[in-house]
Nanobody, 122 residues
Framework: QVQLVESGGGSVQAGDSLRLSCAASGRAFGTYNIGWFRQAPGKRREFVAHISMSGDNTYYSDSVKGRFTISRDNAKNTVWLQMNSLKPEDTAVYYC???????????????WGQGTQVTVSA
């Protein structure tokens, strides 16, 4: 098991940037793939970005590709999501999740953080 805590959310204007952090504790962090997901009110939880155990491979949803960057430092047990050129439609609660096998589906992840709110105003 791994415990995850997100931070870095906030309220910003369209075009601004935010960097979310996902700090992990528990089992060896480097043995987990990490996904970022988001959920807006009344909508399903959706995939945002994924990074492999080693950090060598990343994958993004089409809606954030080119604007968001996922990265990790296994020595610091931390994953980041750098979000640039934010849009009002990026407003959601953002969650990080850990899994040995998960990829883009929320059902593939057993370990979730509590979420951090991101609000982007026009």
């Amino acid at each position: 098991q791994v415990q995850l805590v997100e931070s870095g959310g906030g309220s910003v204007q369209a075009g601004d940037s935010l960097r979310l952090s996902c700090a992990a504790s528990g089992r060896a962090f480097g043995t987990y793939n990490i996904g970022w997901f988001r959920q807006a009110p009344g909508k399903r939880r959706e995939f945002v970005a994924h990074i492999s155990m080693s950090g060598d491979n990343t994958y993004y949803s089409d809606s954030v590709k080119g604007r968001f960057t996922i990265s990790r430092d296994n020595a610091k047990n931390t994953v980041w999501l750098q979000m640039n050129s934010l849009k009002p439609e990026d407003t959601a609660v953002y969650y990080c999740a850990a899994s040995e096998y998960g990829f883009t589906l929320p059902s593939g992840y057993l370990n979730w953080g509590q979420g951090t709110q991101v609000t982007v105003s026009a």
